[in-house]
C-alpha cells in the first residue's frame, strides 16, 4: 500500500543529517528541531499556530479538552471514519452524535448535522477523509449560526487545499477553531514513528492546548488545569522538517497516480472512481473505489494472488462497532456509510508509484473484475 523506503532515499542525506544533529546536540524532547518545524509548518499552512504533539489521536483529544466542555456536551461527527475521531469524544465523557456521510466525497453530509443539532450540542467534528476536505463554508455557517466550536480531522488531508467560493484559498485544517493532523508513516506528512500537531489561528486557544499538552503547566510544576503529557520528539521533528519542503510534490505524485487509476477505470461501470467536490482538492490519502455488484473478497483475495494489496477502508461504520453500540442507532440508520462499509476498497496509493507499477495493478484489476 505504501513505500516508505525509496521515498526515503530520494531525501536519505537530509533525513540522516536532520537525525544525526539531533542525537548529537542530544536535545531529544522539545529541541530545537521541533522548534524549527513548528515555525516551518506555520508558514507552511498559513496558520497563527502550530502545537507538535504525540500523535493525531492526541491532537483530537487536547483539542476538544481546551474547548472547556462538559460531561453530556454533544459532539457531532461522522460514522464513516477512523475509530479516533469518536473514540476521544467518548473518552472525554462527551457524547458523540453519529451522522451519514455524502455518498460521492465520504465527508460529513451537512443537512444530517443540522438534523442532529440539540441544545446540547457543543462541536462538531469534520473528517477530512482520504484526502479531500469537507464542506467547510456549509459547515462553518452551521456552527456559527448554532453557535458551536468546530474541531478538523485532517490526519488524512495535509497538503490538500480548500477552495472557497470567492476562489480564495488555504490549507486543509485551518478554517475551523482547531485542525489536527497525524503524522503516523504512512499519512501523507509521515514521521518514522508516531508524531501530530494541531493547528489554530485563535491565539488564547493556543495557549490552553500548549498548557494541557504539558500537563496543565504554565510553570514549572504549578498545575493549572488537568492535562497530559503529548510531545513530538526531536527526532520526529528532524523527519518532518526534512521532509515538509516535499509535501507538495508528494500530494502531486498522489494526484499523478489517482488521475492513472481514474482514466484506466473511466469506461468500466462496474466501478465508481473517487469524485472530489469543486470546493476543495484532494491530497489522495486513499484511493478509494465503490465496487457495484461485485463479490469485493473475492477481487481481494484474487488481487492478493497477484502480489497487489486491496484494502477496505473501512468495513465497519463507528453505530455498528462493539464499543460504541448505543441505543440511539441501529443498523439501517446511516444507509450511506453503511453501504459505502458494504463497497469501497482502496488501492496502492503513495508516492513512488511508477508507470510500470500502475500499469500491472490496473491491468490485473481490469482483468480480474471482468470475470467477477
Ligand atoms: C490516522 C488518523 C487519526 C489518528 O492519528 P494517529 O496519529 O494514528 O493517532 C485520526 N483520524 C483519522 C481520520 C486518521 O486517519
Not at 169 to 187: A, E, L, N, V
Not at 247 to 261: G, I, M, N, T
Amino acid at each position: 500500500m505504501v513505500d516508505l523506503y525509496n521515498q526515503y532515499l530520494k531525501i536519505k542525506d537530509d533525513i540522516d543529517g536532520g537525525i544525526s544533529s539531533v542525537i548529537e546536540s542530544s536535545s531529544f524532547v522539545k529541541g530545537g528541531k521541533v522548534i524549527d518545524f513548528q515555525k516551518n509548518l506555520e508558514q507552511y499552512l498559513g496558520v497563527k499556530h502550530v502545537i507538535p504533539v504525540a500523535n493525531g489521536t492526541d491532537a483530537l483529544q487536547i483539542s476538544l479538552m481546551a474547548l472547556g466542555l462538559k460531561a453530556g456536551d454533544e459532539v457531532i461527527t461522522p460514522t464513516f471514519t477512523f475509530i479516533a475521531t469518536a473514540e476521544v469524544v467518548a473518552l472525554l465523557g462527551l457524547t458523540p452524535v453519529l451522522v451519514d456521510v455524502d455518498t460521492d466525497t465520504f465527508c460529513i453530509d451537512l443537512k444530517a448535522v443540522e438534523k442532529a443539532i440539540t441544545p446540547k450540542t457543543k462541536a462538531i467534528v469534520p473528517v477530512h477523509l482520504f484526502g479531500q476536505n469537507a464542506n467547510m463554508e456549509g459547515l462553518m455557517a452551521i456552527a456559527k449560526k448554532h453557535n458551536l466550536f468546530v474541531v478538523e480531522d485532517a490526519c488524512q488531508s495535509m497538503g490538500s487545499k480548500y477552495i472557497f467560493s470567492d476562489g480564495q484559498m488555504c490549507h486543509s485544517g485551518t478554517i475551523g477553531d482547531i485542525g489536527c493532523t497525524s503524522f503516523f508513516p504512512s499519512k501523507n506528512l509521515g514521521c518514522y514513528g508516531d508524531g501530530g500537531a494541531i493547528f489554530t489561528n485563535n491565539s488564547e486557544i493556543a495557549e490552553r492546548i500548549t498548557t494541557i499538552a504539558n500537563h496543565g503547566m504554565r510553570v514549572r510544576y504549578h498545575h493549572d488545569i488537568i492535562g497530559v503529557n503529548s510531545r513530538l520528539d526531536s527526532i520526529q521533528a528532524a523527519v518532518l522538517d526534512a521532509k515538509l519542503p516535499h509535501l507538495d510534490s508528494y500530494v502531486e505524485a498522489r494526484r499523478k497516480a489517482a488521475e492513472f487509476y481514474n482514466k484506466s477505470f473511466a469506461r468500466m461501470p462496474k466501478v465508481i472512481t473517487p469524485k472530489t467536490s469543486s470546493y476543495t482538492t484532494h491530497s489522495y490519502h486513499q484511493y478509494t473505489l465503490r465496487l457495484v455488484g461485485i463479490d469485493r473478497q473475492i477481487l481481494i483475495d484474487e488481487m492478493a494472488k497477484k502480489g497487489i494489496p486491496v484494502m477496505i477502508y473501512y468495513p465497519i461504520p463507528l453505530h455498528l462497532q462493539k464499543a460504541y453500540r448505543d441505543e440511539r442507532y441501529r443498523q439501517g440508520d446511516f444507509p450511506i456509510a453503511e453501504q459505502l462499509a458494504d463497497t469501497v476498497c482502496s488501492l496502492p496509493m503513495h508516492t513512488e508509484l511508477d508507470d510500470e507499477q500502475l500499469n500491472y495493478i490496473t491491468t490485473n484489476f481490469l482483468n480480474i473484475i471482468s470475470y467477477l
